[in-house]
């Protein structure tokens, strides 16, 4: 088990010194969230709260969501191209450690780049929060980032190095645009609100929502997630065992 | 060989052999890559493995690693099952990587190889490690900017890093030039002669000759030789008889007995025979004017091809190898 720590610590501090992808997690998010704050009136109110605080959620599930994607699916379509899964294959990690490293590795990341976004809103968009409700919101958007880690590291087995990049770039603004991380769902055409119900991206920054409103989270929500986790983990390790007796047939 | 067990040198449990295939049979749908293997391989031993693509190297390889379960027979790894002794940290292998380096990106060498030793129980200190694979200098280089060769040397050393019993190696020097080469297998001997056991896939038949104890040729998923270098060039009864004959005629030295290609050079005439006596004898009685006649056994790349029947005339050389078989099986070197 030591060696599993030692693992996630490699993977994690790899994560974290890539100056790109560090600079996409934490950049794309912040960004967007100081550029787009004045498009609607910072203090207009928007579902039980305020614009200020309503787009810090959607932006720091947006930047969980990014951190995500990119841990697993640019990195991991190039491991497998380079031979590197294959050689960890040949040492006393388990096989199944891979796979859960690897999203062990974009939730840790996932925490910071939460902590960032609210930080920005709280210097800079002006959002104040009570204590509990800063941690209660860092917690549920933390936990409901789960299926984004699986979802990256589905796309690092489905796709090869040169294909998971722009897939990862179409999901990542597929998946926040029509999960109403940019334009509030209400404000949707209807066909696209009935869309958004279908996206994780939603029922993830709704969770968020309902903290910051004082409400309590959906479990409806919480179902769509947690549905979405098991699923594309059964479907990821239906990959790696495909793939695993593969490589070496 | 010497078993100098030196301090570094991971203990032994039991006097069993290092790995053990017994009757072993794999196929890919209607193709068998391993047709009723038997193959021993004793504690401290260097083997090679020989053979032509698709002879089951590669298929053997992955089922001693565990990678693969093999449909019928058994196989033993250090006493135990593969993926037991895999995952006792006392095996370590080098696979074959295509077109990548078979390296993560973003990480320097000397981090690398400490993750990798954290994986094993009773792993080597990662400053022996760098310098055994002779990478003491590039510690702090990332794993990116490496050349073909250096990156080969890191693969080497993710091998040993946990300080192994039995190592594998699949066609580890496929890249390099000779000097790498040569370089590559002065590292390897130094780290066998602790008293591991190094199991190895090559194409370089000078290599074999070089670094292994015993090799053990493999045709179509079995075993078709299994010696020391020189048992295995004994067994083939190729021999090449040369002579100086000017203005000879390659059509009427073919007629002679035993001949099996006859090959004229200007005034060199070389002859492989399956029987050299009677040729010789029938070269005599031919009339042929010839000088500074001699006859020499089969080199190492002669007795591949006559074993595995790549080129030449494969039909015969096999009639005539398995006429042999039983003398060539020498068993276990140690």
């Known amino acids: ?174 998946l926040s645009f029509f999960g109403g991380l940019f334009t509030p769902v209400g404000d949707l055409p209807v066909v696209l609100r009935h869309v958004a119900s279908f996206l994780p991206s939603y029922h993830d920054a709704s969770l968020g929502w309902a903290v910051v409103a004082g409400r309590p989270p959906g479990f409806g929500d919480a179902g769509v997630l947690l549905g979405y986790a098991v699923l594309l983990g059964l479907v990821v390790t239906w990959r790696h065992r495909v793939e695993d007796s593969r490589a070496f047939a | 060989m010497s078993l100098r067990r030196g301090s570094t040198c991971p203990g032994s449990d039991g006097g069993g052999p290092a790995l053990q295939f017994s009757g072993v049979v794999h196929r890919y749908r209607s193709l068998v890559a391993l047709d009723h293997l038997d193959l021993e391989v004793a504690r401290g031993e260097t083997l090679a493995l020989l053979g032509p693509n698709g002879a089951g190297k590669s298929t053997a390889i992955s089922i001693l690693l565990g990678l693969q379960r093999p449909q019928e027979g058994h196989v033993s790894v250090l006493g135990t099952d593969p993926r037991s002794a895999m995952a006792s940290g006392k095996v370590g ?118 670094v292994a104890d015993r090799i053990v040729v493999m045709r179509r998923g079995s075993v078709v030789a299994n010696g020391a270098a020189c048992t295995i060039k004994a067994a083939v009864p190729t021999r090449r008889v040369r002579f100086a004959s000017p203005g000879a005629d390659p059509v009427r030295l073919r007629e002679l007995d035993g001949v099996n290609a006859a090959c004229v050079r200007g005034s060199e005439v070389v002859l492989d025979s399956l029987d050299a006596d009677a040729t010789v004898r029938s070269l005599v009685a031919s009339g042929v004017a010839f000088s500074d006649i001699e006859v020499t056994g089969a080199d190492l790349e002669q007795a591949f091809v006559a074993l595995t029947g790549d080129l030449a005339d494969a039909h015969t050389v096999d009639d005539a190898v398995a006429s042999r078989r039983p003398s060539v099986q020498t068993g276990s070197a140690a």
Request: glycine share 10%; hydrophobic share 50%.
């Open chain 2, 93 to 210: 292998a080098m696979l074959q990587v295509g077109g990548g380096s078979g390296l993560p990106h973003g990480v320097k060498i000397g981090d690398l190889l400490t993750m990798t030793s954290r994986l094993y129980r009773n792993p080597s200190p990662v400053e022996r490690t760098l310098e055994r694979a002779g990478l003491t200098d590039l510690v702090d280089r990332p794993t990116q900017r490496l050349s073909g060769g250096q990156a080969q040397r890191v693969r080497f050393a993710l091998a040993i890093v946990g300080d192994p019993e039995l190592v594998f190696l699949d066609e580890p020097t496929i890249a390099m030039d000779v000097e790498g080469r040569r370089n590559f297998w002065a590292m390897m001997r130094c780290f066998s002669e602790e008293g591991r056991t190094v199991v190895f896939a090559t194409h370089h038949l000078d290599e074999v000759d070089a």
């Open chain 1, 1 to 174: 088990m030591t060696g599993l720590g030692a693992f996630l610590r490699f993977e994690v501090l790899r994560l974290s010194r890539n100056v790109r992808y560090v600079g996409i997690s934490v950049g794309f998010p912040v960004v967007f969230y100081t550029l787009f704050l004045h498009n609607e009136h910072p203090a207009a109110h928007i579902a039980g709260t305020t614009w200020r605080t309503y787009f810090m959620v959607s932006m720091a599930s947006f930047g969980a969501m990014v951190a995500s994607l990119n841990a697993g699916g640019t990195r991991l379509a190039s491991e497998r191209a380079s031979g590197w899964t294959r050689q960890l294959r040949v040492t006393p990690l388990p096989a199944w450690s891979y796979v859960t490293t690897k999203i062990a590795a974009s939730m840790v990341i996932a925490l910071p780049v939460i902590a960032v976004v609210e930080l920005t809103g709280l210097l800079f968009g002006g959002v104040r929060l009570g204590l509990g409700t800063w941690m209660a919101l860092t917690a549920v958007l933390w936990v409901s980032a789960l299926p984004f880690a699986a979802l990256g590291v589905l796309v690092g087995f489905v796709a090869s190095s040169e294909t998971a990049y722009p897939l990862v770039t179409a999901l990542m603004f597929l």
